[in-house]
C-alpha cells in the first residue's frame, strides 16, 4: 500500500530584503510622485500563498524634516516615492528610511532594511556677493 504524505508550508520564514542597505539618490527639485528607488524582498515559504505574500512599509525617518512623510512606498511593489515638498540639499542633504516586510499580506513575520537617499543638488540657490559693494 503507498501512503502519500502531503506536506503543508507553515508561515516559519520571515521575509528577507535582498540587500541590508539600498542606497539612492533624490534631486532636492523632485515633485510629489517622483520614483527614487525599488527594494525587494523575498520569502522563503510556498510561493503564491499567504505565507510568502509581502507588504512593505516604511517604520521610521530621519530627519523627521521638514515633513514626517516626505516618501510614500507602495504597498505590493516596494517602490520609494516622493510624497511631500521641501527637499533641500543644503538644509537636509541625507535620510535614512528604515522599510519593513512583512509576510501574511501585510500582517505576518517581519524583516527590516536601511534606505539611506542622498539629496542630490539642483539649480535654486542665486549667486551672491560677499561685500555689499
Known sequence: MDIVV????????????????FLGEVPEASPNGFEVITVTATDADQPNSDNSDIRYRILSQDPLLPSDYLFVINPVTGVIRV??????REKYPKYTLVVQAADMIGEGLTGTSKVILTVT??????PEFTQIS
Open 83 to 88: 510624497n511631500a515638498g521641501g527637499l533641500d
Open 121 to 126: 543638488d539642483s539649480n535654486d540657490n542665486a
Open 6 to 21: 502531503n506536506v503543508i508550508d507553515q508561515n516559519d520564514n520571515k521575509p528577507v530584503f535582498t540587500q541590508d542597505t
